[in-house]
């Protein structure tokens, strides 16, 4: 098993420009998650989704689309890029939801903005 | 105020040495709490969910107080493998808020 796999591993962007960040999981999970990660602060949930077909925002969804058509698919979108989008992007997925629910995290993608 | 707060560190200890971490929320109603590691540039993993009446992992022991709203990690014996970001993590009704803590970095030296 692969487990959370992203690409691509890292990008440089201008400001404008469009991307798709990539998360596939092959542990038949339902929830699939998007963070960020700055320096000095913890990981922000940017969107998630809760099965197929389904997504939701979390706390810093602006500037960022997502769908999940598959269920082992989670893509992040950037319609225009922007320099305080430069972070650590890492896409996590877990079998449910709930109290005791373990999250498995892919490796990151780190992502610049020019 | 942050949901979650950890302190930073760094935390530099010898080897063989015992530390802990302390990290406090905010909402009083949150359900599950949990320890995750990071190392340098790489994706965290969890290292142990924080029960109720605390538990405990090989060297390491976790506790969970309710009253003071903090969840604590104590790591015996530390080992040069230890040295990492450990992340606090708070999840509120659903699982889907989960709160992460900034992190604390601790260094193991020989």
Redesign the interface.
């Given at each position: 098993n692969a487990g959370v796999t992203q690409t691509p591993k890292f990008r440089v962007l201008k400001t404008g420009q469009s991307m798709t960040l990539l998360c596939a999981q092959d542990m038949n999970h339902e929830?699939m998650y998007w963070?960020r990660q700055d320096p000095?602060?913890?990981?922000?949930?940017i969107h998630?989704s809760?099965g197929e077909g389904t997504t939701?925002k979390g706390e810093v969804p602006d500037g960022y689309n997502v769908s999940r058509l598959k269920k082992q698919n989670f893509l992040l979108g950037l319609e225009s890029a922007a320099p305080s989008q430069t972070s650590v992007y890492?896409c996590a997925s877990?079998l449910?939801?709930?109290?005791?629910?373990?999250?498995f995290?892919?490796?990151?993608t780190r992502l610049t903005v020019l | 105020r942050k949901e979650?707060e950890q302190d930073?560190g760094p935390f530099n200890v010898p080897e063989g040495a015992t530390v802990a971490f302390n990290c406090t929320y905010s909402n009083s109603a949150s359900?599950?709490f949990?320890w995750y590691r990071q190392d340098c540039?790489?994706?965290?993993?969890?290292l142990m969910?924080v029960y109720s009446s605390g538990n405990e992992d090989g060297r390491f022991t976790a506790q969970l107080n309710r009253a003071s709203q903090y969840i604590s990690l104590l790591i015996r014996d530390s080992k040069l493998s230890d040295s990492a970001t450990y992340?606090c993590v708070v999840?509120n009704t659903?699982?889907?808020?989960?709160?992460?803590?900034?992190?604390t970095r601790l260094f193991v030296k020989a």
């Open positions: 929830y963070y000095g602060m913890g990981l922000r949930l998630y809760v939701a890492f877990s449910a939801g709930g109290d005791h629910n373990e999250q995290f892919g490796p990151g | 979650v930073p359900q599950s949990f540039r790489k994706e965290p993993k969890l969910s992340l999840g659903g699982g889907f808020k989960t709160i992460f803590g900034a992190g």
